[in-house]
């Protein structure tokens, strides 16, 4: 069974500091993993997304994360903190590379940003 | 990117009536759209899978007379909270495949509180 774990349920940097959030998946196929981002009553908006290509991959506004088998994360991450980027981000998890496969979502982790 | 138009973005109805939320695919065709429901603080929980033109497939869990779906045309899919009571008040969001990016586009959200 797939599954995913989000080991922080809270994170909090200053401005302009680096942001690691972290995701651990179970997959027992070759996963697609997702970054979503979901700001305050809004829908979710995709940052980026494994699919057995390259195992760094780039996001929108900076973000990336880095597809690790052997330690079976995918850990988001941005150099530099923006005001902006407070939200809640959940790891997600889709078996297969094709069709219409069930996401598994973390339990999300909320970024806090401080001046 | 697809964009899915999720209306109303917040309701609030009193306890023993109907909701009906809808979801729309733009410019792209959704054979399969997603449900999902999420409480305050929490993660987002696959209710059903809709399929157009026929049975949606629920989660273990989900009561599917309380929760119906309706998936009648490629670009439209539609939640009705029936009998709905507080307990049913949540933030529900839908989701398609993105045909462009392989990933998956959600809705706005709607907020919906029974009182």
Redesign the interface.
């Given at each position: 069974a797939q599954s995913v774990t989000q080991l922080d349920s809270h994170v909090s940097v200053s401005e302009g500091t680096p942001v690691l959030l972290r995701c651990n998946y179970s997959s027992s196929y070759s996963p697609s993993l997702?970054w979503?981002v979901q700001h305050p009553?809004?829908?979710?908006?995709?940052l980026l997304?494994y699919?057995s290509a390259a195992t760094l991959v780039k996001g929108i506004n900076g973000f990336e994360a880095e597809f690790k088998k052997s330690e079976t994360s995918f850990h988001l991450t941005k150099p530099s903190a923006h005001m902006s980027d407070a939200a809640e981000y959940?790891c997600v998890v889709?078996e297969g590379s094709g069709g219409?496969n069930?996401?598994i979502?973390?339990?999300?982790t909320r970024l806090a940003v401080h001046p | 990117?697809a964009v899915?138009s999720?209306h109303p973005s917040w309701v609030i109805c009193k306890s023993g009536t109907s909701v009906k939320i809808e979801c729309r695919s733009l410019d792209f065709q959704a054979?399969?759209m997603?449900w999902y429901r999420q409480f305050p603080k929490?993660?987002?929980?696959?209710m059903a899978?809709s399929n157009e033109g026929s049975k949606a497939t629920y989660e273990q869990g989900v009561e599917k007379d309380k929760f119906l779906i309706n998936h009648a045309s490629l670009t439209l899919s539609t939640l009705t909270v029936t009998s709905a009571h507080p307990e049913d008040s949540s933030?529900y969001?839908c989701?398609a495949?993105?045909p462009d990016?392989?990933?998956?586009?959600?809705?706005?959200?709607t907020?919906l509180t029974v009182v």
């Amino acid at each position: 069974a797939q599954s995913v774990t989000q080991l922080d349920s809270h994170v909090s940097v200053s401005e302009g500091t680096p942001v690691l959030l972290r995701c651990n998946y179970s997959s027992s196929y070759s996963p697609s993993l997702f970054w979503y981002v979901q700001h305050p009553n809004k829908g979710l908006q995709l940052l980026l997304k494994y699919t057995s290509a390259a195992t760094l991959v780039k996001g929108i506004n900076g973000f990336e994360a880095e597809f690790k088998k052997s330690e079976t994360s995918f850990h988001l991450t941005k150099p530099s903190a923006h005001m902006s980027d407070a939200a809640e981000y959940f790891c997600v998890v889709s078996e297969g590379s094709g069709g219409y496969n069930k996401l598994i979502f973390g339990a999300g982790t909320r970024l806090a940003v401080h001046p | 990117g697809a964009v899915v138009s999720q209306h109303p973005s917040w309701v609030i109805c009193k306890s023993g009536t109907s909701v009906k939320i809808e979801c729309r695919s733009l410019d792209f065709q959704a054979t399969t759209m997603f449900w999902y429901r999420q409480f305050p603080k929490q993660s987002l929980m696959l209710m059903a899978t809709s399929n157009e033109g026929s049975k949606a497939t629920y989660e273990q869990g989900v009561e599917k007379d309380k929760f119906l779906i309706n998936h009648a045309s490629l670009t439209l899919s539609t939640l009705t909270v029936t009998s709905a009571h507080p307990e049913d008040s949540s933030f529900y969001i839908c989701s398609a495949r993105d045909p462009d990016s392989r990933g998956y586009t959600f809705g706005s959200g709607t907020r919906l509180t029974v009182v």
